[in-house]
């Protein structure tokens, strides 16, 4: 990631924040990261990290709702972000407004909503676990949507992410 070009917004995901040598927003999605045990014992560094999130203030950290032990916590746009871009998807009778399948999922619509023209994705792989093919799914909608908008949306050429496919060829 560009660390290094203070122009570059880094927004990070989870309990990959805490060490990071540069971050300008935190999306934590997990409602329970500071009671949980068990998302506790499985996150690498998960008691540093919420020891961490509980005395950093510099950094705004994205959520479902502000958290009182979590001082940079600040409410997630998603009412706003569904009323504006979840729109036109339905499932029979069924309008699809909540399509969010994981933390990824949340970064693309929230670059969307704050008027970002470009995104570069860099850590975000979604193939490793059977549980990913939905948040992968719903992330490839988010992506669809974003460059529909005509958001330059740049995976590093390394990435798994997306290949380039000419069915049948």
Not at 20 to 34: F, G, K, W
Not at 100 to 126: D, H, N, Q
Not at 158 to 165: G, N, P, Q, T, Y
């Amino acid at each position: 990631m560009p660390y290094d070009d203070p122009t570059v917004d880094i927004w990070l995901m989870g309990v990959h924040a805490w060490d990071s040598p540069r971050r300008t927003a935190i999306l934590e999605m997990h409602p329970d990261v500071l009671a949980h045990p068990d998302w506790m014992r499985k996150a690498p560094n998960g008691p540093v990290y919420r020891d961490w999130l509980q005395e950093q203030t510099e950094t705004p950290v994205y959520m479902h709702r502000v958290h009182k032990l979590i001082p940079a916590s600040i409410e997630y746009p998603r009412k706003e972000i569904e009323a504006k871009y979840g729109l036109h998807l339905w499932k029979g009778d069924e309008q699809l407004l909540t399509t969010f399948g994981g933390t990824a999922s949340y970064c693309l619509p929230l670059a969307m909503y704050l008027g970002y023209e470009r995104v570069e994705i860099y850590g975000i792989e979604l193939a490793a676990r059977p549980k990913y093919d939905e948040e992968r799914d719903l992330f490839f909608l988010w992506m669809g949507r974003a460059t529909a908008l005509g958001i330059n949306v740049i995976i590093h050429t390394e990435s798994r992410l997306i290949r380039k496919v000419l069915y049948p060829f």
